[in-house]
Protein backbone atom coordinates (compact mmCIF):
# COMPACT_ATOMS: atom_id res chain seq x y z
CA UNK A 1 0.00 0.00 0.00
CA UNK A 2 1.10 3.61 -1.13
CA UNK A 3 -0.71 4.99 2.06
CA UNK A 4 -1.39 8.71 1.44
CA UNK A 5 -0.10 10.30 -1.55
CA UNK A 6 -0.20 13.88 -2.40
CA UNK A 7 0.69 15.83 -5.90
CA UNK A 8 2.19 17.58 -6.69
CA UNK A 9 5.19 18.07 -4.41
CA UNK A 10 5.87 21.97 -4.97
CA UNK A 11 4.24 24.30 -6.60
CA UNK A 12 5.18 28.12 -7.64
CA UNK A 13 1.99 30.51 -7.94
CA UNK A 14 1.82 34.07 -8.94
CA UNK A 15 -0.91 35.86 -6.65
CA UNK A 16 -4.18 35.21 -8.23
CA UNK A 17 -3.69 31.87 -10.16
CA UNK A 18 -5.90 29.26 -9.41
CA UNK A 19 -4.73 25.20 -8.37
CA UNK A 20 -6.11 21.82 -7.36
CA UNK A 21 -4.14 19.92 -4.82
CA UNK A 22 -4.85 15.96 -4.94
CA UNK A 23 -5.03 13.93 -1.99
CA UNK A 24 -5.35 10.34 -2.73
CA UNK A 25 -5.58 7.17 -0.14
CA UNK A 26 -5.99 3.03 -0.60
CA UNK A 27 -6.46 2.23 2.41
CA UNK A 28 -10.21 2.68 1.95
CA UNK A 29 -10.79 5.30 4.65
CA UNK A 30 -14.00 6.82 5.07
CA UNK A 31 -11.93 10.32 6.86
CA UNK A 32 -10.11 12.28 4.86
CA UNK A 33 -8.47 16.01 6.12
CA UNK A 34 -6.34 19.02 4.45
CA UNK A 35 -4.02 20.97 6.63
CA UNK A 36 -1.63 24.11 6.62
CA UNK A 37 1.69 24.48 7.96
CA UNK A 38 3.24 27.54 8.89
CA UNK A 39 6.46 27.68 10.38
CA UNK A 40 6.75 27.75 14.55
CA UNK A 41 3.14 26.75 14.11
CA UNK A 42 1.33 23.54 14.97
CA UNK A 43 -1.40 21.63 12.12
CA UNK A 44 -4.21 23.99 11.35
CA UNK A 45 -7.18 22.13 10.15
CA UNK A 46 -8.52 23.61 6.24
CA UNK A 47 -11.33 21.28 5.54
CA UNK A 48 -11.95 17.74 5.90
CA UNK A 49 -14.69 15.05 5.26
CA UNK A 50 -16.34 12.26 6.85
CA UNK A 51 -17.14 10.43 3.75
CA UNK A 52 -17.71 10.43 -0.24
CA UNK A 53 -19.78 13.53 -1.14
CA UNK A 54 -19.07 15.13 2.33
CA UNK A 55 -17.09 17.79 3.29
CA UNK A 56 -16.75 20.17 6.58
CA UNK A 57 -15.21 23.48 7.47
CA UNK A 58 -12.64 23.42 9.37
CA UNK A 59 -10.25 26.17 11.95
CA UNK A 60 -8.96 28.24 8.77
CA UNK A 61 -11.36 27.40 5.71
CA UNK A 62 -11.22 31.04 4.28
CA UNK A 63 -9.89 30.40 0.62
CA UNK A 64 -9.99 27.09 0.40
CA UNK A 65 -12.69 24.81 -1.20
CA UNK A 66 -12.94 20.87 -1.56
CA UNK A 67 -14.09 17.59 -2.81
CA UNK A 68 -14.95 14.58 -2.47
CA UNK A 69 -16.42 13.11 -5.28
CA UNK A 70 -14.68 9.51 -4.93
CA UNK A 71 -13.81 7.78 -1.29
CA UNK A 72 -10.05 7.09 -2.50
CA UNK A 73 -9.42 11.37 -3.25
CA UNK A 74 -9.52 14.76 -1.38
CA UNK A 75 -9.19 17.67 -3.68
CA UNK A 76 -8.35 21.08 -2.30
CA UNK A 77 -8.35 23.92 -4.46
CA UNK A 78 -7.43 27.10 -3.85
CA UNK A 79 -9.19 29.99 -6.77
CA UNK A 80 -7.26 32.74 -6.17
CA UNK A 81 -3.96 32.07 -4.52
CA UNK A 82 -2.81 35.15 -2.29
CA UNK A 83 0.61 35.50 -0.52
CA UNK A 84 -0.78 34.53 2.72
CA UNK A 85 -1.72 31.07 1.47
CA UNK A 86 2.26 30.10 1.15
CA UNK A 87 2.84 26.98 3.62
CA UNK A 88 2.78 23.46 3.46
CA UNK A 89 -0.41 21.46 2.92
CA UNK A 90 -0.31 18.24 4.58
CA UNK A 91 -3.33 15.88 3.71
CA UNK A 92 -4.54 12.80 6.52
CA UNK A 93 -6.93 9.97 6.38
CA UNK A 94 -8.60 8.08 9.21
CA UNK A 95 -10.46 5.31 9.36
CA UNK A 96 -14.07 5.02 11.03
CA UNK A 97 -14.90 5.53 14.14
CA UNK A 98 -15.29 1.68 15.35
CA UNK A 99 -14.17 0.17 18.46
CA UNK A 100 -10.71 0.09 17.80
CA UNK A 101 -8.31 1.66 20.24
CA UNK A 102 -6.18 3.34 17.07
CA UNK A 103 -9.97 4.95 15.72
CA UNK A 104 -8.27 8.43 15.97
CA UNK A 105 -5.46 7.91 14.42
CA UNK A 106 -4.88 10.32 11.55
CA UNK A 107 -2.46 9.29 8.52
CA UNK A 108 -0.42 12.07 7.07
CA UNK A 109 0.96 12.49 3.13
CA UNK A 110 4.57 13.84 2.32
CA UNK A 111 3.11 17.12 2.04
CA UNK A 112 3.29 19.94 -0.61
CA UNK A 113 4.68 22.93 -0.48
CA UNK A 114 2.71 25.85 -1.96
CA UNK A 115 4.88 29.43 -2.32
CA UNK A 116 2.79 32.03 -4.08
CA UNK A 117 4.31 35.41 -4.97
CA UNK B 1 -10.71 28.65 22.73
CA UNK B 2 -8.78 26.06 24.19
CA UNK B 3 -5.81 24.81 23.11
CA UNK B 4 -3.05 22.36 23.30
CA UNK B 5 0.51 23.71 23.97
CA UNK B 6 4.12 22.66 25.05
CA UNK B 7 6.26 24.18 27.58
CA UNK B 8 9.62 23.97 25.30
CA UNK B 9 10.25 24.71 22.06
CA UNK B 10 13.74 23.13 21.95
CA UNK B 11 14.97 20.59 23.88
CA UNK B 12 18.48 19.39 23.33
CA UNK B 13 19.97 15.55 24.56
CA UNK B 14 22.85 13.82 24.15
CA UNK B 15 22.50 10.54 22.54
CA UNK B 16 21.83 7.62 25.23
CA UNK B 17 19.86 10.07 27.31
CA UNK B 18 16.28 9.88 27.99
CA UNK B 19 13.81 12.65 26.71
CA UNK B 20 11.03 14.12 27.94
CA UNK B 21 8.73 16.19 25.88
CA UNK B 22 5.88 18.00 27.65
CA UNK B 23 2.19 19.43 26.56
CA UNK B 24 -0.16 20.79 28.40
CA UNK B 25 -4.06 20.82 26.99
CA UNK B 26 -6.78 22.94 28.52
CA UNK B 27 -9.71 21.07 27.20
CA UNK B 28 -11.51 18.60 29.96
CA UNK B 29 -13.57 17.10 27.26
CA UNK B 30 -10.46 15.61 25.18
CA UNK B 31 -10.66 12.13 25.80
CA UNK B 32 -7.75 10.97 23.36
CA UNK B 33 -4.08 12.53 22.66
CA UNK B 34 -1.86 11.21 20.43
CA UNK B 35 1.93 12.11 19.42
CA UNK B 36 3.12 12.56 16.35
CA UNK B 37 6.89 12.27 14.58
CA UNK B 38 7.95 15.30 12.24
CA UNK B 39 11.02 14.57 10.54
CA UNK B 40 12.37 16.90 8.08
CA UNK B 41 10.56 17.51 5.15
CA UNK B 42 8.23 14.94 5.96
CA UNK B 43 4.79 14.59 7.59
CA UNK B 44 3.95 13.55 10.54
CA UNK B 45 4.00 10.42 11.68
CA UNK B 46 2.35 8.60 14.71
CA UNK B 47 4.08 7.40 17.59
CA UNK B 48 1.78 6.39 20.47
CA UNK B 49 -1.23 7.35 21.42
CA UNK B 50 -3.43 7.51 25.33
CA UNK B 51 -6.93 7.42 26.35
CA UNK B 52 -8.42 9.32 28.73
CA UNK B 53 -9.17 6.65 31.20
CA UNK B 54 -5.48 5.30 31.35
CA UNK B 55 -2.29 7.22 32.92
CA UNK B 56 0.35 5.55 31.26
CA UNK B 57 1.14 3.62 27.87
CA UNK B 58 4.32 2.45 26.68
CA UNK B 59 5.74 1.41 23.34
CA UNK B 60 8.90 0.64 21.99
CA UNK B 61 11.47 3.09 23.37
CA UNK B 62 8.39 5.37 24.31
CA UNK B 63 6.40 6.17 27.01
CA UNK B 64 3.50 8.33 27.05
CA UNK B 65 1.89 9.84 30.35
CA UNK B 66 -1.55 11.59 30.89
CA UNK B 67 -2.26 13.70 34.37
CA UNK B 68 -5.85 14.44 33.65
CA UNK B 69 -5.74 16.47 37.20
CA UNK B 70 -3.55 19.09 36.15
CA UNK B 71 -4.18 18.37 31.84
CA UNK B 72 -0.62 17.50 31.30
CA UNK B 73 0.62 15.16 28.93
CA UNK B 74 4.33 13.63 27.84
CA UNK B 75 6.20 11.99 26.02
CA UNK B 76 9.05 9.56 27.10
CA UNK B 77 11.79 8.88 24.73
CA UNK B 78 14.15 5.77 26.74
CA UNK B 79 17.97 6.07 25.04
CA UNK B 80 17.77 8.91 22.65
CA UNK B 81 19.13 8.59 19.43
CA UNK B 82 20.33 10.58 16.66
CA UNK B 83 17.43 9.33 14.60
CA UNK B 84 14.93 10.54 17.28
CA UNK B 85 15.91 14.33 16.06
CA UNK B 86 12.66 15.71 14.95
CA UNK B 87 10.18 17.88 16.18
CA UNK B 88 7.20 16.20 18.45
CA UNK B 89 3.61 17.07 18.26
CA UNK B 90 0.69 16.50 20.63
CA UNK B 91 -2.86 16.49 20.01
CA UNK B 92 -6.01 16.01 21.60
CA UNK B 93 -9.40 14.70 20.30
CA UNK B 94 -12.62 16.28 22.03
CA UNK B 95 -15.30 13.29 21.54
CA UNK B 96 -17.70 14.20 18.88
CA UNK B 97 -19.35 13.19 16.22
CA UNK B 98 -16.87 13.53 13.29
CA UNK B 99 -13.26 13.34 14.60
CA UNK B 100 -11.20 16.32 13.97
CA UNK B 101 -7.55 16.40 16.39
CA UNK B 102 -6.30 20.26 17.57
CA UNK B 103 -2.63 20.05 17.48
CA UNK B 104 0.07 21.79 19.83
CA UNK B 105 2.89 23.91 18.12
CA UNK B 106 5.75 21.60 18.01
CA UNK B 107 9.07 20.70 20.60
CA UNK B 108 12.00 20.28 18.41
CA UNK B 109 14.60 17.61 19.60
CA UNK B 110 17.63 17.80 18.97
CA UNK B 111 19.77 14.82 19.57
CA UNK B 112 23.86 15.27 19.39
CA UNK B 113 26.06 11.95 18.91
Known amino acids: NAGVTQTPKFRVLKTGQSMTLLCAQD?????MYWYRQDPGMGLRLIHY???????AKGEVPDGYNVSRLKKQNFLLGLESAAPSQTSVYFC????????????????FGPGTRLLVL | GESVGLHLPTLSVQEGDNSIINCAYS??????FIWYKQESGKGPQFIID?????DKRQGQRVTVLLNKTVKHLSLQIAATQPGDSAVYFC????????????FGKGTMLLVSP
Open chain 1, 92 to 107: ASKDEMIETYHQETQY
Open chain 1, 27 to 31: MNHEY
Open chain 1, 49 to 55: SVGEGTT
Open chain 2, 27 to 32: NSASDY
Open chain 2, 50 to 54: IRSNM
Open chain 2, 91 to 102: AENIKSGYSTLT
